[in-house]
Structures are given as structure tokens and as C-alpha cells.
């Protein structure tokens, strides 16, 4: 993933996120009407244990380093997204991802592909 594909977000959930404040983006989130795509943006090395992730695009995101312990993504986006390095201990994943697409993004920064059944 080159650095001029990843970006940084003026909405106030993504900045909420950006400053480690969970419980206020869980709040904000449910009170949110439409919720914003974080495709492409930067969560590096953030601290985002408990994030309600439920309905979030996260396609072709950034998580080097990031501790995602105990997020439920099963129900995100996350095509393309790298979790290179990432805690990622209690995780659950979307069905369409593969454990091998998991592993490699890990432990070598690959971008997750979704297994299509194609």
C-alpha cells in the first residue's frame, strides 16, 4: 500500500478514532445518522480495542502495529485492508475472508482479498 493512497479524514468519527477515544466513537457512531467510509484511511498503531465496528467500510485501510483485540468485524468491510503487525488476538473477521488471507496480511502487510466462491 503506497503512503499516497492512504488518507486522513476531516469527519469527526474518524478524528474521534484517530485520538484512541473509543467510548465517545461508539456513542457517535450510534447516534450517527449515515456513517462515513474509512476506505483507505490510516488507523496506525492506534489503540481500538471495543470499537463497535458494525457497518464500517474499512476497504484497502491501514492497521500496522494497531491493537484491534476483541473487534468484532464480521460485519465490515475489510477487502484490501493491511493488518500488518497488528494485535489481533479475540478477533472476528468477515466469512469471506480466509484464515491464510488473515495470516499473510498479519505477518507480511498483504492486502486481504475476499474469498468470493468463484
Do not use: W
Amino acid at each position: 500500500m503506497d503512503a499516497d493512497s492512504i488518507r486522513q479524514l476531516d469527519d469527526p468519527l474518524y478524528q474521534i478514532l484517530r485520538n484512541e477515544n473509543v467510548e465517545a466513537f461508539n456513542r457517535a457512531k450510534a447516534e450517527a445518522g449515515e456513517l462515513p467510509s474509512f476506505a483507505r484511511c490510516d488507523f496506525r498503531g492506534l489503540d481500538l480495542r471495543g470499537m463497535a465496528a458494525a457497518g464500517l467500510d474499512f476497504s484497502d485501510a491501514y492497521f500496522r502495529g494497531a491493537d484491534l483485540r476483541g473487534i468484532d468485524f464480521s460485519g465490515c468491510r475489510l477487502e484490501g485492508a493491511s493488518i500488518a503487525g497488528a494485535k489481533i488476538s479475540g478477533c472476528y473477521f468477515p466469512l469471506e475472508l480466509q484464515a491464510d488471507e488473515i495470516v499473510m496480511s498479519l505477518n507480511h502487510g498483504t492486502r486481504m482479498r475476499y474469498n468470493t466462491g468463484k
